[in-house]
């Protein structure tokens, strides 16, 4: 078990610019989950997939937002056209079916 | 509308003594819940969790009471360490969506001094 991985661990971008952040999973683990928190709250859940299937989105995941996971495996999380209110840590975590989510440390994004 | 609520922002113990975060909770929905744990720059990490079918569940040093008809559980650390100071995060899940989404509280920091 090597962990929820994530790349990058910090992204500072200009707002109007595209960033792409990546997560691979736990690789026994068929659920994956992208979460966004911001500073003083708790994680918010953005979307997960079972499989290569993205089965959930959150009314938070604006058009701008876009997930995939097309093998099954790794995922990609990607934000057009930044805003400074998209600044946050974004993390992504995997379980195996319902089971407990584990998290990876989160990729933070800051829009300037 | 904060579905699941940590009112209390900090909490002090010395070292050796009971912790106990408290979480509440609004959608009767919820049958699952979790803590976790969060150092500064790493990801949460999964503690324990219950089941809305018992009322207590025990790990070593941690345990989760429910009680479901006040919509309230807690977490008790005994005895608490220093390495526990972190911020504790209470989330909730329902079996309507599979457990596949949490909704996390805005989290407790929990100070233990030596």
Redesign the interface.
């Known amino acids: 078990d090597t962990g ?1 991985s994530q790349d990058p661990r910090h992204k500072i971008t200009k707002r109007g610019q595209n960033v792409t952040f990546r997560c691979d999973p736990i690789s026994e683990h068929n ?1 994956l ?1 992208w979460y966004r928190q911001t500073l ?6 953005l979307t ?1 997939f ?1 499989n290569e299937a993205q ?2 989105k ?1 009314r938070l995941l604006s058009d701008r937002f876009s997930a995939e996971r097309p093998k099954g495996s790794f995922s990609t999380l990607e934000i057009q056209r930044t805003e400074q209110g998209d600044s946050a840590m974004y ?1 992504c ?1 995997s379980s195996l079916g ?1 089971g ?7 990729t933070r994004l800051t829009v300037t | 509308d904060q579905q ?1 609520k940590q009112n209390s922002p900090s909490l002090s113990v010395q070292e050796g003594r009971i912790s106990i975060l408290n979480c509440d909770y609004t959608n009767s929905m919820f049958d ?1 819940f ?1 803590w ?1 744990k969060k150092y500064p ?6 503690l324990i ?1 219950i089941s809305s079918i018992k009322d207590k569940n025990e790990d070593g040093r941690f345990t989760v009471f429910l009680n479901k008809s006040a919509k309230h559980l807690s977490l008790h650390i005994v005895p608490s360490q220093p390495g526990d100071s972190a911020v504790y ?1 209470c ?1 909730a ?1 329902e079996l309507n ?11 407790t920091m929990l100070l233990v001094s030596p």
């Open positions: 929820v659920r989950y003083g709250q708790g994680p918010e859940f997960y079972q089965l959930e959150s993390l975590a319902g407990p989510l584990h998290f990876g440390n989160g | 699941v699952y979790l976790y720059a790493e990801g949460p990490t999964f969790s995060f989330a899940s969506s599979g457990y596949s989404t949490l909704t996390f509280g805005k989290g």
